[in-house]
């Protein structure tokens, strides 16, 4: 892994602070094409403007995206991840923290763009980012790894647009083995989602 993040452009203060800006409003924009109501005329004018912003910003591509500068956690910073990434505007907005016991956690609230069945979350969204908090928990023991199993038991429905809360820690390491657990709970406290998964850590190159 170490070796596809030296590849990577690294991005910093205002490059990926303008990025972020941009993909927090495409993200805006995503929630109102959901959510629109205008007429198929205004909405044809719309998707006009948009294939002309589109191809201004494929007039210049990188090969790869970008990373940010490693966090002080010491975990590097895929800024453009599908789960945790401000540059990516179909992330959910899920700000994950570590604290010092190397428990991951991050409290959120899920707009109608990650709807499942009516008025709650698709249970594939609840696995993704079950995987990621899993993933970086796992990391958080100084042992990263690739995700090889991810047990994922829905209790609940999960509900959108209110405040959610999902917390994970590894439980243990066995040699390039890493096992997590965590849950998803709503607003009441009640766990909606819990998942636990096994990452299994790179092999070391000789010389490497």
């Given at each position: 892994m170490r070796e596809a993040f030296v590849d990577r452009d690294i991005l910093t203060g205002d490059d990926e602070a303008g990025m972020a800006a941009l993909a927090a409003e495409v993200r805006a924009?995503?929630?109102?094409?959901?959510?629109?109501?205008?007429?198929?005329?205004?909405a044809a004018s719309v998707a006009a403007e948009v294939a002309a912003l589109t191809a201004r910003l494929k007039a210049t591509r990188r090969v790869h995206p970008?990373?940010?500068?490693?966090?002080?956690?010491?975990?590097?910073?895929q800024i453009a991840n599908p789960v945790t990434g401000h540059l990516n505007p179909i992330a959910p907005p899920v700000d994950?923290?570590?604290s010092e016991e190397g428990i991951v956690r991050a409290e959120f609230t899920l707009p109608t763009v990650y709807e499942g069945p009516p008025t709650f979350v698709h249970g594939g969204v609840s696995a993704m980012i079950m995987d990621q908090v899993l993933g970086m928990?796992?990391?958080a023991t100084g042992?990263?790894?690739?995700?090889?199993?991810?047990?994922?038991?829905y209790r609940r429905p999960t509900p959108l647009g209110v405040p959610l809360t999902v917390e994970?820690?590894?439980?243990?390491?066995?040699?390039?083995k890493i096992y997590a657990d965590g849950t998803i709970c709503g607003p009441d406290g009640r766990v909606t989602v819990e998942a636990s998964a096994m990452f299994i850590a790179p092999q070391t190159r000789p010389g490497a």
């Open positions: 924009l995503t929630e109102a094409v959901v959510r629109t109501g205008v007429a198929s005329a205004e970008p990373y940010g500068t490693v966090g002080e956690s010491g975990m590097e910073r994950f923290k570590v928990a796992a990391a042992t990263a790894g690739m995700t090889a199993t991810l047990e994922t038991r994970a820690k590894a439980s243990r390491v066995e040699g390039r």
